[in-house]
């Protein structure tokens, strides 16, 4: 494979000619449509109620789903395919991330943010009435698989789509910031979903698998009812609004100028903008730090060490709640230092903090399993978690950002939900199991790290810089 051409120019990375932005470039006077809180704490409660629904399905996948839907297999092989369905939704997300990219480029935003809210929302409810593997045989978990790909498909536009949202509600000098508060409401939406199971892992053997599992997924609801009311209240933003001025001003003066919005957004990204799709596609597999800590370490600890599973879901949940103050504060930085350093070192000390819990886990010691566990998924990772909404958001000109954010995540996403399958797999039933699963955590972080590092820097441009940088990339034939 050839390397990824470097966007930073010959003179590095910065405004579009190389250097400083020139005085008074730069400012953080906003158009009277922006409401970059408003939009921050759309993005925070959407996120939190739609990724409540989805952590709820790997928290259940780990616990519960190899004994409801695959009770003939042996123990490992249940975990196996609970684990693999539970990575199905991750086939759904890049497919997910066209669709609603499509819409988002073209129709705007806010549609979006409704729309993957009301399908998350349909899905998780249907699992809840879900028979068992003893009431239909096969045709349970086929219908898992079904649910579990209609919540991929919504969560393949659902970050992307707040993320686009906030970043161009946003001042130019705070867009990490306001963009971190998407990924601290996943952070919440994990917290609540940890915390629902807490009470239902309690229950006695019959009544968990009967009916307590079923609980959190009948809550769900609540989240479709708030979470639209919240949204549908936002304005859509204003660089879109601006898009569609353009475009009719382009119609009303029989200008024969093309219209600024792509027909087919996934073309024109392939097209022109492929190596910042490619650079986030590999910076996305992050993520699978955060599936082999919440998924497939819980599994292990309870299937293969033998932990108590209400003790180790507490780990997840503090580690969760130190997150929330975290993510801002690293997002906080990256708008004063830049994007790349704060990522790139989320994503290295993730590898080192992953192989410490890992092993504190295979030991049993409690101590040493809670201080690991904060460290990496509330402190560390939390460093690339937080950051990434605005450096990948702003790789790309905004008739392509939605798309562009969806497909490249997702793609990347799909590494990290099947990481847990993975990891089950190279572990075996082993507690020393945990060095291979350490390696191959380790050798996606540094990729992660690597591609961060060959992207430009986009931390003091303006919106409207960053649309001339990035636009740059576009074809020969379209310039």
């Not at 990434?388 to 790309?396: D, N, Q, R, V």
Request: proline share 6%.
């Amino acid at each position: 494979m050839s390397p990824i051409p470097s966007s930073a120019g010959p003179e590095g990375p910065g405004s579009p000619s190389g250097g400083a932005p020139h005085e008074g470039a730069a400012t953080d006077e906003l158009p009277p449509t922006a409401q970059p809180k408003r939009a921050a704490l759309a993005a925070w409660v959407g996120s939190a109620l739609e990724y409540y629904d989805f952590f709820i399905y790997g928290t259940a996948a780990a616990l519960v789903f190899n004994r409801v839907f695959f009770p003939d297999t042996s123990p490992v092989a249940g975990t196996l395919l609970a684990l693999a369905t539970f990575g199905f939704g991750y086939v759904a997300r890049p497919l997910g991330a066209v669709l609603f990219g499509h819409i988002g480029d073209r129709m705007g935003r806010k549609k979006v943010l409704v729309a993957t809210l009301l399908l998350m929302g349909g899905a998780t409810l249907a699992i809840g009435f879900l028979p068992s593997y003893e009431q239909v045989g096969a045709l349970a978990p086929a219908l898992l698989v079904t649910c579990r790909l209609l919540q991929g498909l919504s969560a393949g536009g659902e970050q992307a789509g707040a993320n686009s949202m906030t970043l161009e509600h946003s001042p130019q000098h705070r867009r990490a910031f306001f963009t971190s508060f998407t990924l601290s409401g996943t952070q919440a939406g994990q917290i609540l979903a940890t915390a629902v199971f807490l009470p239902v892992a309690l229950l006695p053997e019959e009544a968990l698998l009967s009916w307590g599992w079923r609980v959190p997924f009948w809550a769900s609801v609540l989240v479709l009812i708030a979470g639209v009311l919240i949204r549908r209240t936002l304005h859509e933003t204003p660089v879109f609004e601006n898009e569609l001025a353009d475009d009719r001003r382009t119609a009303a003066d029989g200008a024969p100028a093309p219209s600024k919005k792509e027909q087919l957004p996934i073309a024109a990204l392939v097209r022109g903008h492929w190596p910042n799709l490619l650079r986030v596609t590999l910076a996305a597999t992050v993520a699978s730090v955060s599936t082999l800590m919440t998924v497939f370490a819980l599994s292990f600890a309870v299937n293969t060490v033998g932990l108590e599973r209400s003790t180790m879901l507490w780990v997840v949940v503090s580690a969760n709640v130190v997150a929330l103050g975290a993510i801002p504060l690293f997002a906080t930085l990256a708008d004063r230092i830049g994007r790349r350093p704060v990522f790139i070192g989320g994503a290295l000390g993730s590898a080192v903090m992953l192989a410490a819990y890992l092993w504190a886990v295979s030991t049993g010691d409690w101590v040493m399993i809670f201080a690991t566990g904060i460290l990496l998924s509330g402190v560390v990772y939390s460093a690339a978690n937080g950051v990434w909404p605005s450096l990948y958001g702003e790789m790309f000109p905004a008739r392509v950002r939605l798309t562009g954010m969806a497909v490249g995540t997702q793609l990347g996403f799909a590494l990290g939900g099947f990481a847990p399958t993975i990891a089950t797999a190279l572990a075996g039933d082993s507690a020393a199991g945990w060095y291979p699963v350490a390696v191959f955590g380790a050798v996606i972080c540094v990729v992660a790290a690597a591609s961060a590092y060959s992207a430009r820097e986009t931390a003091h441009l303006s919106m409207a810089e960053i649309e001339t940088v990035q636009d740059r990339t576009r074809e020969p034939a379209r310039v």
